[in-house]
């Protein structure tokens, strides 16, 4: 069998070598248009393959399932289907649109049924998240926060390094790219001043991240290793964790951010496959001390993604304000999971891990404003001549990600959104 | 027209002085039985009334909704048609309950067809919980374990009485009354060890807290007032928000609780409207400093609650270790909701927003072990000769809790869980 990886793999639709989706990715999404409700997709070069569309012509008939889940408005059903369910549409689909093979391609017309251009759709959260984690897993990143928010001897509390330290999010507020973001409000209070007072967040920043998203239960009271843990994962998003630092300062202490985070968050509508990156496995790097057993997780765990931040004032150019690569996490994603089922925390199909603002060793490689500002105290200067802080009303953020090997790349396309100004009640 | 919580009312149903479900409360929850699959009932006396079966005999008919969402497993679809829908459905049944209504009591066929005793019913989860939050609102409770966890100087951080300080927890593991719990595992450290060990927690604790329900949504970006708040809450249930103490002291710093908490909370089965609680409105505690007016609250916000924990070693009787009043809660529910879309966060039907634990100012009124041993230093000694430090195998925890004013008594039942020996992975 020919593997959906091969990088000599080609498509009879022509993909552009700058394509984040060749025919090696086929990521899976929700799209619309308005002939065609909400629906599971795959991203093909400039396109996107309708599964409904092949579902009610058979394409599938020999996979043990029923292909009716592809008319559904999020994916979590699909998923729920399993692994070898998930392994094998993404197999028939690589089959399909290889240049050899003319079950569509030799059909203009349902070539026309079946692909939509991603310019004509709209892209729809990609799943209906039951349970949110957001972890806090690079170590430059801890350092960073930890040094401003408290001091830099004591940036790296004791636990971090044996623990992926983490916390639950609001799911509620999780949006998908290219919804508008409101400025949060909230009660914050300078260092200057005796009381709080209440009104828009002057500090609002993003946090740049890569999600995981499940795809298998565990049950109540169970656990799961490092090991077992790659299995429960579907595929990776980017993620937009949005933060008000001037709200995050005053609330955080004793139970950690609250409203700082829950205003919104935001993720890429194409969700890549863990097979589809399994080319990109790279080995995390040494964790010292040693993990104990049951984090313990030898090989490669970690996965190479160039990632960047772009910043679009309103009206103006974006402009690339970070870039930095996500196999530089300390903890892996199978650490993460595995640390979440640890105290018998069952896993749903569906929830999404995000892994904490991804930050390299160079300040150009900071995953934030907060960070590569200095909280403020140097000011970033953008082409078009002004200067930020934090993040203004009507600028707005994009996040790429792709891999790269032997020619192939792997992309992510992006997670974009603008900020709008806070809602006057 | 004569109101649903008229102390006056009585039932053709003879319901026990002692019972929480006299003819004024009339709680939704879900239940099944052999013959019946999970479905919406109301709790009246020993029995639950079956809405299903009302439903198709058209009793409803004059309310302006789809009946068929008695028939769900969850109580979303019929919380989410609104308060209007609610409050009449539950008008009507009281009036079908009330002893001069002879709709029901005058067949003796259909009593036997929608009316089910409860110890041959199986009680359900009665929402999905798309999100939870967990508030940290009992002055006592705060104090005592800022005391605890830092120092007596510093128990009470600086923001804790300018908002209601709260986190997100993890929806994925409330559990029904009468689940079993396992015991978690966890990384834990000993203060005299250089390193951390994973094992099964030494220090499991209770939280006695009380929940509410909401049964309306906002849209992201925007925010609603304490005096609007009410309007969203559809009823309140009682909370065990188990905890690993020891967990919970290591890993806590800087993002708060996470696996300490996520192994499980247990929610009582009956959803106490907010309509039945309405002749228990009292004043709160005096807040001081005055909250910022998007946190103002005035008139009676709070309910006057009676609550009691029992602990029932294994074969032995139950015995009571704490009681306390939900009235002393330093923030009302209002407030917490108002505060948790302040900054835009969107709420939504089903949510589940804890008390945080409710202790009282005496020592036999904290709501934990941890306060009520004082981290162990104090064992409760039980009627069986034993002590118990914390919470051990085997060991069930019982909540009850009830209002009770002008000889009505409108009650919530119980929350109880047995606690399992930790699985062996």
Redesign the interface.
């Known amino acids: 069998m020919i593997r959906a990886n091969d990088p000599h793999l080609h498509s009879w639709i022509e993909i552009a070598p700058e394509s984040d989706f060749p025919i090696q990715n086929l990521p899976f999404g929700i799209f619309s248009t308005p002939d065609r409700d909400p629906r599971v997709g795959v991203a093909i070069g400039e396109y996107i393959l309708d599964l409904c569309v092949l579902g009610r012509h058979n394409f599938f008939e020999l996979i043990d399932f029923d292909p009716n889940v592809f008319h559904r408005p999020v994916l979590n059903d699909f998923i729920a289907m399993g692994k070898p369910v998930w392994r094998a549409v993404r197999n028939r689909v690589s089959e399909l649109l290889r240049n050899n093979n003319e079950e569509i391609s030799g059909d203009s017309e349902l070539i026309r049924e079946c692909l939509v251009l991603q310019s004509e759709a709209t892209m729809h959260m990609p799943v209906k998240v039951?349970?949110y984690t957001d972890f806090?897993s690079s170590l430059e990143h801890a350092t960073n926060v930890?040094t401003m928010?408290?001091d830099p001897e004591t940036a790296l509390?004791?636990?971090w390094k044996?623990?992926p330290?983490?916390?639950?999010?609001?799911?509620?507020?999780i949006?998908v790219s290219g919804t508008p973001i409101?400025r949060?409000?909230?009660?914050t209070?300078a260092a200057d001043q005796d009381?709080?007072?209440?009104g828009p967040s002057q500090q609002l920043d993003f946090e740049l991240e890569v999600a995981f998203i499940t795809g298998k239960e565990t049950p109540?009271?169970?656990?799961?290793?490092p090991y077992e843990a790659e299995e429960y994962i579907f595929g990776l998003v980017l993620f937009n964790d949005w933060s008000?630092r001037d709200?995050q300062t005053?609330?955080?202490?004793?139970?950690?951010?609250?409203?700082?985070k829950?205003?919104?968050s935001s993720v890429s509508p194409w969700v890549v496959t863990l097979d589809a990156l399994e080319p990109f496995r790279v080995k995390g790097p040494e964790q010292i001390?040693k993990p104990?057993?049951?984090l313990e997780a030898l090989g490669n765990r970690n996965y190479d993604i160039h990632l960047e931040v772009l910043l679009q004032p309103q009206h103006k150019a974006a402009s690339t304000i970070s870039h930095t690569n996500f196999k530089h996490m300390y903890w892996s994603m199978a650490q993460q999971l595995a640390?979440?089922s640890?105290?018998?925390?069952?896993?749903?199909v569906g929830?999404l891990y995000a892994s904490g603002t991804v930050s390299g060793a160079r300040q150009e490689a900071y995953g934030s404003m907060l960070e590569l500002t200095w909280r403020g105290t140097q000011p970033l200067q953008l082409p078009d001549g002004s200067e930020r802080q934090f993040i203004q009303d009507y600028d707005t953020v994009i996040m790429r990600g792709h891999c790269e090997l032997n020619g192939i790349r792997v992309g992510f396309g992006e997670v974009r959104g603008q900020v709008l100004p806070?809602?006057q009640?």
Chains 1, 2 share one sequence.
């Open positions: 039951p349970n806090y930890g928010f408290r509390l004791p636990n044996h623990l330290v983490g916390y639950h999010g609001r799911a509620s507020s949006v409101h949060p409000k909230g009660q209070k009381t709080p007072t209440f109540l009271g169970q656990s799961i290793t008000a709200i005053w609330e955080y202490v004793p139970l950690g951010p609250f409203l700082a829950s205003f919104a001390p104990l057993p049951n640390h979440q640890s105290n018998g925390c069952n896993i749903m929830d806070a809602i009640h």
